[in-house]
């Protein structure tokens, strides 16, 4: 929460909840400026999960959801928001959202979400112009990085480090399916190989195959990382390495792109309904 909001003065307040396959995250603007969020594990049960990320979001700030103007959905479970006053796809929220956290000189953005990776072309007012998505299978994704996190037991937050203590950067294993990558690291493993150069291996395949993606679009070199694989080092190092371009670096929690850009489109929704816009 902003200690230098005071939502009581506030003429517009808005909301945006991302129900993510893996994590959801929920927004709440004042006049739009960033008041407060909340982000955790999603569960089975989409309206359930946003519900509880509305809350948490709330907690401790004395304001109640029905004192919001405007709330839009977005993410998988976007259209199961029970509160929800409308939804909306995350590639036009992560663009829009990414535009407020990085300024409006970004234009290419890679989401690496959950369950999927995308790259978006955007302009300076954060308008989608083109895009590209990769939900074919899990390898790039934080599915992907929760099953090597699991098969190395390694704490997830820790594999970034961990992959860099590498004497040498060893071939990727395979990226095209994140179950032939988990068998082919099970026999890294049987090998000798240390949990490090196993890690190491993945993620620049991982690397290599969001390259690939973004290659597919027009990229320009003022780029940014959202979603939870943004906060992965050896992941965003190796993709710097590999497009030779440093990402933008982030002022904000790299998971709240989506319902960031989801509240500020509630904001725009609001205007408009009053002659505003």
Known sequence: MSPDIDWKTGDIISAGVDVGSVSSQAVVLVDGKLFCYSNFRTGSDSPESAQKVMDKALEETGLALEKIHFTVGTGYGRVNVPFANRALTEIACHSRGANFMYGPQVRTILDMGGQDCKAIHCDE??????????????????????????????????????????????????????????????????KGWPKEKVLAAYSSAMAHRVVELLGRIKMEKDFAITGGIAKNEGIVKRIESELKIEALKPQYDTQIAGALGAALFAKALVEKERGLR
């Open 125 to 190: 007012r954060g308008k989608v112009t083109n895009f590209l998505m990769n939900d074919k299978c899990a390898a790039g994704t934080g599915r992907g990085m929760e099953v090597f996190a699991d098969l190395l037991s390694i704490p997830i937050e820790e594999m970034g480090q961990l992959s860099f203590k590498v004497e040498k950067e060893p071939e990727p294993v395979s990226s095209t399916c994140v179950i032939f990558a988990k068998s082919e690291a099970v026999g890294l493993l049987r």
